[in-house]
Structures are given as structure tokens and as C-alpha cells.
């Protein structure tokens, strides 16, 4: 089966620094995505990691440890327009991009 | 990056009415795409996967006469709502395989269907 835990909300200050924590079993594991989501919008891409490690893309790092089922999604320089919910999802074994999601973690940035 | 452009945004219908989603890739072709369904404060689930020329394959628990799929060619696919109840209002979400080269998925923009 699969399962894929995140918290459900989270709040932060602008300019902080956030992590939001994944943790994941699945039949299967082919990478780890994180998703941005504005209310009403589609899932915007932010980043994938399919080897252990942290993966850094400007304000925004994603960290996979694959015996540990366990990623981290950092985000840096908080800004008002990160307030979202982010989404974990992972792409199991030979599936073109078919994806569990989480049940993602609405992250609110206060001024 | 690729583009997938879905179609409409918004639609409101009435119970019992049918409503059909597009959902095309604009610069690629997709042999693949999947549609996905969300709540409101919910994630996406998958509901089915569409393939190219051939059927449409279901996740448990999706009614496959309910929500018929089509994929006639490499860069449409269309989801009908067929006799629409008030609990099939969702927001509905398709992506598309992405090419050959490029890691992430692809989203459609969502269809926002209420069921009145």
C-alpha cells in the first residue's frame, strides 16, 4: 500500500526559515516530488529527488534519505506569497509520473 | 517547460447533467495522462490513468461508466462526468507524462465543478 504523512498546517514569520517534514511507504519508489498549491490552482513544481541527499534550488532545498523513507522540504527568506500548501508525493517503481500525494501541509506566513 | 492547458476552468452544472473535462498538451505528445480528483482541504487522488489508444485504467473504488476517459490522440485527453450528483463536485486535475528527458510531471490548470 501506499501512505505518505506531512503535517497539516504550519506557521512561519516572514524571513524565516521552514522545514516541512515527509515521511513516505510505499510499494515502490521511483523519486519524491514537492509540490506547491495555491488555493483553487493547480500543483506548481518545486522539486524531485530520486538519490539521497539535499537538492538546493535557489530559497527553496529538498533532502531525500531513502532507508530513512523521509524527506524535508526547506524553505528560506520566507515571503507572504509562500503561504500555500505544499505537497509531497512519490512516483513508485516503473510508473511515468504517476503520483501518491500527501495530504499536504497548508504553510501560513505571517507578517 | 511543457505546457497543459485543461479546459474549462469553472463549470456549473445540474444534477443529472453530463460535463466533459479536455485536458491537451500543448507542446508535447502524451501517451499518457492522469486525471486526479481533490476535496476541498484534501490531497489529489488519483482516479484513473489514460493511455493513448487503448482503455483507461481505474483506481479502485472510481466508477469507470461514471467517469468515462477518452485518449484519441497523443495530445487529449477528455473526462465526462456522466449523470452528475451534487457529490461529484471537486476540483478535477489532469497532468501528463512528461517527455522523454524531463523529470516532473506536468498539471493541467484544474476544473472547478460544482454540481447544483
Known amino acids: 500500500g501506499q501512505n505518505i504523512d506531512q503535517p497539516t498546517e504550519m506557521t512561519a514569520t516572514e524571513g524565516a526559515i521552514v522545514q516541512i517534514n515527509c515521511t513516505y511507504q510505499t510499494s515502490g519508489f521511483n523519486g519524491l516530488f514537492w509540490y506547491q498549491q495555491h488555493a483553487g490552482e493547480a500543483p506548481t513544481f518545486l522539486s524531485y529527488?530520486?538519490?539521497?541527499g539535499l537538492e538546493e534550488k535557489g530559497r527553496f532545498s529538498s533532502f531525500l534519505s531513502r532507508s530513512k523513507g523521509y524527506s524535508y522540504l526547506l524553505l528560506k527568506e520566507l515571503q507572504m506569497k509562500d503561504s500555500a500548501s505544499y505537497l509531497c508525493?512519490?512516483?513508485?517503481?516503473?510508473?511515468?509520473?504517476?503520483?501518491?500525494f500527501g495530504s499536504g501541509t497548508q504553510l501560513t506566513v505571517l507578517p | 517547460g511543457a505546457v497543459v492547458s485543461q479546459h474549462p476552468s469553472r463549470v456549473i452544472c445540474k444534477s443529472g447533467t453530463s460535463v466533459k473535462i479536455e485536458c491537451r498538451s500543448l507542446?508535447?505528445?502524451?501517451?499518457?495522462m492522469f486525471w486526479y480528483r481533490q476535496f476541498p482541504k484534501q490531497s489529489l487522488m488519483l482516479m484513473a490513468t489514460?493511455?493513448?489508444?487503448?482503455?483507461?485504467?481505474?483506481e479502485q473504488g472510481v466508477e469507470k461508466d461514471k467517469f468515462l476517459i477518452n485518449h484519441a490522440s497523443l495530445t487529449l485527453s477528455t473526462l465526462t462526468v456522466t449523470s452528475a450528483h451534487p457529490e461529484d463536485s471537486s476540483f478535477y486535475i489532469c497532468s501528463a507524462s512528461s517527455p522523454r528527458g524531463v523529470t516532473e510531471a506536468f498539471f493541467g490548470q484544474g476544473t472547478r465543478l460544482t454540481v447544483v
Open positions: 489514460s493511455n493513448e489508444g487503448s482503455k483507461a485504467t481505474y
Open positions: 508525493a512519490v512516483s513508485p517503481s516503473g510508473s511515468a509520473r504517476q503520483l501518491t
Open positions: 507542446d508535447f505528445q502524451a501517451t499518457t
Open positions: 529527488n530520486v538519490l539521497d
